[in-house]
Every structure is written in C-alpha cells, then in structure tokens.
C-alpha cells in the first residue's frame, strides 16, 4: 500500500508561483509513474503532468511553459512547480501514483490564484 501526502498549496496572486510536494510512503514497488490532477470549482478534474521514473514527462496544454514537473525518487518526492498562475488555475490538486493495475491518490492542497 502506498501513502501519498501533499503539501504547498494556498493563495497567491495572479503571476506568482507555488512550488507543492507530494510525499510518498509505504510499498512503491509497483509504482512506474507519477502526476498532479486538478478539479477547479465547477469543473471536471484534469490531468496536469505526469512524469515516469525514467523522467519522461508530459503536460496539459494549457500549463506548457508554466509548470514543471519534477520527481526526487530517492527522496520519494513529486514536485509541480508552478509559475506564472492564473485565476483558472484555482483548484484541488491531487497527487497520484500508479503501476501494476494500482493507482493511488493523496488527498488533495487547495491553490487559490486571485486577480
């Protein structure tokens, strides 16, 4: 079983940054891949980014250029970096994780980005 914890949400400005953190623990054996949804107010949840443990990564587009994804396996640690934030960007953020036929799922960070 796997335990994922996030970390780093809150407010901020329209144009600033956020860095959040997904922490991992428990048997990962299985995992092979890691990203952040997101569910804004009245909207469906989304993928953001994902990335392998081999690196590889791929985005949303409407985060390209904005956001990057990072991942620190020996620290088991998942990392968004988010810059220039808009108000649309307002969401739950979930961090996930999957292999195997499993996925596992934190419980979510609220950023709220004002104008």
């Known amino acids: 079983q796997v335990q994922l914890v996030e970390s780093g949400g809150g407010l901020v400005q329209a144009g600033g940054s956020l860095r959040l953190s997904c922490a991992a623990s428990?048997?990962?054996?299985?995992?092979?891949?890691m990203g952040w949804y997101r569910q804004g107010p009245g909207k469906q949840r989304e993928l953001v980014a994902a990335i392998t443990s081999a690196g590889r990564t791929n985005y949303a587009n409407s985060v390209k250029g904005r956001f990057t994804i990072s991942r620190d396996n020996a620290k088991k640690t998942l990392y968004l970096q988010m810059n220039s934030l808009k108000p649309e960007d307002t969401a739950v953020y979930h961090c996930?994780?999957?292999?195997?036929?499993?996925?596992?799922w934190g419980k979510g960070t609220l950023v709220t980005v004002s104008s």
């Open positions: 996930s994780a999957g292999g195997g036929g499993r996925n596992y």
């Open positions: 428990g048997n990962s054996f299985s995992i092979n891949a």
